[in-house]
C-alpha cells in the first residue's frame, strides 16, 4: 500500500544551522502522487508548508524548498538557515488516489535552539 | 479568517457517553475529511464525504460515524466513547484543482475519554 516515512524526532538544531527533514514514499495505488509538507506550530492547527505535483519540479515556501525525486521516491525538506520560530512538527504527506486521501508520515518535532 | 473551525476545541468525556465533535467550513468545498492524530502513528483518516449527504469509511471508521447535513458542516460521531477514542482530531476541507490538492485543516479538538 502507499506509505510515508520521514525522519524521526525530535530534531534539534541551533538557530542559522541549517536543516534537512527526509521523507520517502511508497505509492502502489497512483504512479505520480502530488506531494506535500504540512507544518503545525504549536497550539494551532495543520497548515501547509509546500506541495509540489510535478515529478522532478521543487516547490518553496518561507525558505524551505523540497524537490520531487521520482527515482529515489524522495521529498526532503531543506533550510539553508533556520530561525527559532520554525520550531514545529513537520509532517510528509501524499495524495492517493481521485479521494482526495492523505497518507502523513509520523511527523517530525523540529526544535530550534537560540 | 479562519476558514475551517471545529467544536469543541476541548472535551472530556466519560466512557459509554455520546460524543460528537462538529467541523464548519467556509472555502465551498465539496469534500471533508476527519483524522486523528497519535504519537507513533501520524494522521489517520477516519470518515470523509464528497458533499452533503454522503459520508464515506476512511482507514480507521469502527466506532465512529459520521454526517454531513449540509455543504458547510461535519460532524463526527462517537455513540459509546471508549478510552481508546482518546486523541487529537483533525478536520480538512478541499477538492482538486489545476494546481493539484491541498486540503484545508481546522485547529483540532483535543478528546479526553476517562
Known amino acids: 500500500g502507499d506509505s510515508v516515512t520521514q525522519t524521526e524526532g525530535p530534531v534539534t538544531v541551533s538557530e542559522s544551522e541549517s536543516l534537512i527533514i527526509n521523507c520517502t514514499y511508497s505509492?502502489?495505488?497512483?504512479?505520480?502522487?502530488?506531494l506535500f509538507w504540512y507544518v503545525r506550530y504549536p497550539g494551532e492547527g495543520l497548515q501547509l508548508l509546500l506541495k509540489v505535483i510535478t515529478a522532478g519540479q521543487k516547490g518553496s515556501s518561507r525558505g524551505f524548498e523540497a524537490t520531487y525525486n521520482k527515482e529515489t521516491t524522495s521529498f526532503h525538506l531543506q533550510k539553508a538557515s533556520v530561525q527559532e520560530s520554525d520550531s514545529a512538527v513537520y509532517y510528509c504527506?501524499?495524495?492517493?488516489?481521485?479521494?482526495?486521501?492523505?497518507?502523513f508520515g509520523l511527523g517530525t518535532t523540529l526544535q530550534v535552539q537560540p | 479568517e479562519a476558514a475551517v473551525t471545529q467544536s469543541p476545541r476541548n472535551k472530556v468525556a466519560v466512557t459509554g457517553g455520546k460524543v460528537t465533535l462538529s467541523c464548519n467550513q467556509t472555502n465551498n468545498h465539496n469534500n471533508m475529511y476527519w483524522y486523528r492524530q497519535d504519537t507513533g502513528h501520524g494522521l489517520r483518516l477516519i470518515h470523509y464525504s464528497y458533499g452533503a449527504g454522503s459520508t464515506e469509511k476512511g482507514d480507521i471508521p469502527d466506532g465512529y460515524k459520521a454526517s454531513r447535513p449540509s455543504q458547510e458542516n461535519f460532524s463526527l460521531i462517537l455513540e459509546l466513547a471508549t478510552p481508546s477514542q482518546t486523541s487529537v482530531y483533525f478536520c480538512?476541507?478541499?477538492?482538486?484543482?489545476?494546481?493539484?490538492?491541498?486540503?484545508?485543516f481546522g485547529p483540532g479538538t483535543r478528546l479526553t475519554v476517562l
Open positions: 504527506a501524499l495524495l492517493t488516489g481521485n479521494t482526495g486521501k492523505l497518507i
Open positions: 505509492a502502489t495505488s497512483i504512479a505520480y502522487p502530488n
Open positions: 480538512a476541507s478541499g477538492d482538486p484543482g489545476l494546481g493539484g490538492y491541498e486540503q484545508y
